[in-house]
Protein backbone atom coordinates (compact mmCIF):
# COMPACT_ATOMS: atom_id res chain seq x y z
CA UNK A 1 0.00 0.00 0.00
CA UNK A 2 1.56 3.47 -0.98
CA UNK A 3 1.22 6.28 0.98
CA UNK A 4 -1.50 9.10 -0.15
CA UNK A 5 0.30 11.97 -1.86
CA UNK A 6 -0.38 14.50 1.28
CA UNK A 7 0.88 12.33 3.88
CA UNK A 8 4.08 14.66 4.82
CA UNK A 9 5.32 11.93 7.40
CA UNK A 10 5.72 9.10 4.81
CA UNK A 11 7.26 11.52 2.26
CA UNK A 12 10.02 12.51 4.76
CA UNK A 13 9.84 16.08 4.22
CA UNK A 14 12.05 18.59 6.04
CA UNK A 15 8.65 20.99 6.58
CA UNK A 16 5.69 18.92 7.81
CA UNK A 17 2.60 20.16 9.93
CA UNK A 18 1.57 16.80 10.37
CA UNK A 19 4.82 16.28 12.64
CA UNK A 20 3.82 18.93 14.79
CA UNK A 21 0.41 18.09 15.39
CA UNK A 22 0.97 14.03 15.87
CA UNK A 23 3.95 14.49 18.35
CA UNK A 24 2.87 18.00 20.16
CA UNK A 25 3.00 16.31 23.32
CA UNK A 26 6.70 15.11 22.92
CA UNK A 27 8.09 18.59 21.41
CA UNK A 28 6.45 20.44 24.21
CA UNK A 29 8.21 17.48 26.69
CA UNK A 30 11.59 18.29 25.19
CA UNK A 31 11.47 22.04 25.02
CA UNK A 32 10.14 21.84 28.86
CA UNK A 33 13.52 19.72 29.49
CA UNK A 34 15.43 22.31 28.05
CA UNK A 35 14.36 25.40 29.87
CA UNK A 36 14.39 23.35 32.98
CA UNK A 37 18.21 21.95 32.03
CA UNK A 38 19.35 25.14 31.13
CA UNK A 39 18.15 27.26 33.49
CA UNK A 40 19.45 25.70 36.47
CA UNK A 41 22.93 25.38 34.88
CA UNK A 42 23.06 28.97 34.54
CA UNK A 43 21.85 29.74 37.80
CA UNK A 44 24.37 27.44 39.54
CA UNK A 45 27.26 28.62 37.56
CA UNK A 46 26.26 32.38 38.85
CA UNK A 47 26.02 31.87 42.08
CA UNK A 48 29.61 30.43 41.89
CA UNK A 49 30.71 33.31 39.81
CA UNK A 50 30.11 35.48 41.46
CA UNK A 51 31.82 35.10 44.67
CA UNK A 52 35.11 33.64 42.34
CA UNK A 53 34.74 37.59 40.60
CA UNK A 54 35.20 39.04 43.56
CA UNK A 55 37.99 36.91 45.28
CA UNK A 56 39.78 37.35 41.82
CA UNK A 57 38.98 41.31 42.57
CA UNK A 58 39.83 41.63 45.67
CA UNK A 59 43.40 39.51 45.90
CA UNK A 60 45.20 40.48 42.75
CA UNK A 61 47.12 36.64 43.20
CA UNK A 62 44.19 34.89 42.95
CA UNK A 63 43.48 36.29 39.76
CA UNK A 64 45.50 34.55 37.54
CA UNK A 65 44.08 31.25 39.13
CA UNK A 66 40.58 31.49 39.35
CA UNK A 67 41.03 32.76 35.37
CA UNK A 68 43.17 29.91 34.41
CA UNK A 69 41.29 27.12 36.01
CA UNK A 70 37.95 28.73 34.65
CA UNK A 71 39.47 29.15 31.16
CA UNK A 72 41.03 25.57 31.38
CA UNK A 73 37.52 23.99 31.89
CA UNK A 74 35.77 25.66 28.42
CA UNK A 75 38.59 24.42 26.34
CA UNK A 76 37.72 20.64 27.23
CA UNK A 77 35.54 19.29 24.38
CA UNK A 78 32.10 18.63 25.48
CA UNK A 79 32.23 14.54 25.10
CA UNK A 80 35.52 14.88 27.07
CA UNK A 81 33.61 16.81 30.01
CA UNK A 82 30.96 14.34 30.25
CA UNK A 83 33.21 11.17 30.07
CA UNK A 84 35.08 12.82 32.86
CA UNK A 85 32.00 13.35 35.17
CA UNK A 86 30.30 10.80 34.23
CA UNK A 87 31.44 8.17 37.68
CA UNK A 88 30.58 10.93 39.46
CA UNK A 89 27.09 11.72 38.48
CA UNK A 90 26.11 8.53 36.44
CA UNK A 91 23.82 8.71 33.43
CA UNK A 92 21.57 11.00 34.97
CA UNK A 93 20.12 15.02 34.51
CA UNK A 94 22.92 15.69 37.25
CA UNK A 95 25.59 14.93 34.65
CA UNK A 96 24.56 17.63 32.06
CA UNK A 97 24.05 20.52 34.37
CA UNK A 98 27.57 20.01 35.93
CA UNK A 99 29.11 19.82 32.87
CA UNK A 100 27.00 23.43 31.60
CA UNK A 101 28.02 24.87 34.64
CA UNK A 102 31.74 24.32 34.29
CA UNK A 103 31.69 25.87 30.56
CA UNK A 104 29.01 28.88 31.90
CA UNK A 105 32.28 29.77 34.36
CA UNK A 106 34.77 30.63 32.12
CA UNK A 107 31.96 33.13 30.59
CA UNK A 108 30.44 34.54 33.72
CA UNK A 109 34.04 34.97 35.83
CA UNK A 110 35.68 36.78 33.18
CA UNK A 111 32.57 39.57 32.26
CA UNK A 112 32.04 39.85 36.43
CA UNK A 113 35.01 40.21 37.07
CA UNK A 114 35.84 42.88 33.88
CA UNK A 115 32.69 44.87 35.68
CA UNK A 116 34.37 44.89 38.65
CA UNK A 117 38.10 46.20 37.55
CA UNK A 118 35.86 48.82 35.78
CA UNK A 119 34.31 50.43 38.70
CA UNK A 120 36.66 53.96 39.04
CA UNK A 121 38.72 53.94 42.08
CA UNK A 122 37.71 56.95 43.03
CA UNK A 123 34.24 55.97 42.94
CA UNK A 124 35.14 52.98 45.67
CA UNK A 125 37.37 55.55 47.26
CA UNK A 126 34.40 58.33 47.72
CA UNK A 127 31.85 55.27 49.30
CA UNK A 128 34.30 54.30 52.08
CA UNK A 129 34.56 58.25 52.72
CA UNK A 130 30.96 58.16 53.45
CA UNK A 131 31.67 55.22 55.89
CA UNK A 132 30.52 52.22 53.52
CA UNK A 133 32.19 48.71 54.84
CA UNK A 134 33.25 46.41 52.31
CA UNK A 135 30.02 44.59 51.86
CA UNK A 136 27.96 47.37 51.76
CA UNK A 137 30.43 48.63 49.02
CA UNK A 138 30.37 45.43 46.92
CA UNK A 139 25.87 44.96 47.40
CA UNK A 140 25.44 48.80 46.44
CA UNK A 141 28.18 50.05 44.51
CA UNK A 142 30.36 47.68 42.82
CA UNK A 143 27.91 45.41 41.53
CA UNK A 144 25.50 47.87 40.19
CA UNK A 145 28.14 49.33 38.05
CA UNK A 146 29.73 45.90 36.93
CA UNK A 147 26.01 44.77 36.03
CA UNK A 148 26.42 45.61 32.21
CA UNK A 149 29.13 43.74 31.91
CA UNK A 150 27.73 40.78 33.94
CA UNK A 151 24.64 40.77 32.63
CA UNK A 152 27.01 40.47 28.90
CA UNK A 153 28.27 37.36 30.11
CA UNK A 154 25.34 36.14 31.55
CA UNK A 155 23.69 36.61 28.10
CA UNK A 156 26.31 34.46 26.06
CA UNK A 157 26.51 31.96 28.77
CA UNK A 158 22.74 31.44 28.24
CA UNK A 159 22.72 31.29 24.68
CA UNK A 160 26.08 28.81 25.23
CA UNK A 161 24.17 26.59 27.25
CA UNK A 162 21.25 26.23 25.16
CA UNK A 163 23.37 25.18 22.21
CA UNK A 164 25.60 22.71 24.43
CA UNK A 165 22.67 21.06 26.04
CA UNK A 166 21.94 19.40 22.96
CA UNK A 167 24.79 17.34 23.45
CA UNK A 168 23.45 15.77 26.90
CA UNK A 169 20.94 13.71 24.14
CA UNK A 170 23.67 11.17 24.42
CA UNK A 171 22.98 10.33 28.24
CA UNK A 172 19.08 10.64 27.11
CA UNK A 173 19.24 14.35 28.57
CA UNK A 174 19.58 16.40 26.06
CA UNK A 175 16.15 18.17 25.61
CA UNK A 176 15.33 19.15 22.19
CA UNK A 177 19.00 17.49 21.64
CA UNK A 178 17.17 14.17 22.38
CA UNK A 179 14.92 15.17 19.60
CA UNK A 180 17.75 15.74 16.59
CA UNK A 181 19.98 13.12 18.00
CA UNK A 182 17.16 10.19 17.22
CA UNK A 183 16.30 12.21 14.37
CA UNK A 184 19.35 11.45 12.95
CA UNK A 185 19.93 8.45 13.21
CA UNK A 186 16.28 7.51 11.56
CA UNK A 187 16.76 10.06 9.18
CA UNK A 188 13.30 11.47 10.62
CA UNK A 189 13.95 15.05 8.25
CA UNK A 190 11.01 17.19 10.43
CA UNK A 191 12.23 15.96 13.37
CA UNK A 192 15.42 17.37 12.93
CA UNK A 193 14.62 20.31 11.78
CA UNK A 194 11.69 21.48 14.07
CA UNK A 195 14.18 20.59 17.04
CA UNK A 196 16.97 22.50 15.78
CA UNK A 197 14.95 25.36 14.83
CA UNK A 198 13.38 25.53 18.38
CA UNK A 199 16.56 25.31 19.39
CA UNK A 200 17.34 28.57 17.65
CA UNK A 201 13.95 30.47 18.80
CA UNK A 202 14.44 29.18 22.56
CA UNK A 203 18.63 30.87 22.41
CA UNK A 204 17.26 34.11 20.36
CA UNK A 205 14.14 35.06 22.98
CA UNK A 206 15.92 33.90 26.19
CA UNK A 207 18.88 36.59 24.89
CA UNK A 208 16.18 39.14 24.10
CA UNK A 209 14.58 38.57 27.49
CA UNK A 210 17.87 38.88 29.61
CA UNK A 211 18.54 41.99 27.24
CA UNK A 212 15.39 43.64 28.61
CA UNK A 213 16.12 42.72 32.46
CA UNK A 214 19.62 44.25 31.78
CA UNK A 215 17.77 47.39 30.05
CA UNK A 216 15.49 47.32 33.28
CA UNK A 217 18.19 47.11 36.16
CA UNK A 218 20.67 49.67 34.20
CA UNK A 219 18.56 52.77 33.16
CA UNK A 220 21.68 54.75 33.47
CA UNK A 221 22.76 53.50 30.53
CA UNK A 222 20.22 54.86 28.26
CA UNK A 223 20.72 58.30 29.95
CA UNK A 224 24.12 57.72 28.91
CA UNK A 225 23.69 56.62 25.17
CA UNK A 226 20.47 59.57 24.46
Not at 97 to 106: I, K, M
Not at 140 to 157: Q, S
Not at 200 to 220: E, F, K, M, Y
Request: charged share 10%; with cysteine.
Amino acid sequence: MTAPPDDCLARNEWICGEYLSTRRQIIVDAVLQHLELTALSVLIALVIALPLAVVARRWALAAGPVLALTTVLYTIPSLAMFSLLLPVYGLTASLVVAGLVLYSLTLLVRNILAGLRAVPEETRQAARGMGYGPIRLLLTVELPLALPAAMAGLRIATVSAVSLLTVGAIVGFGGLGNLIYTGMNTYFKAQVLTASVLCVVIAVLADLLLLGVQRILTPWTRAVRS
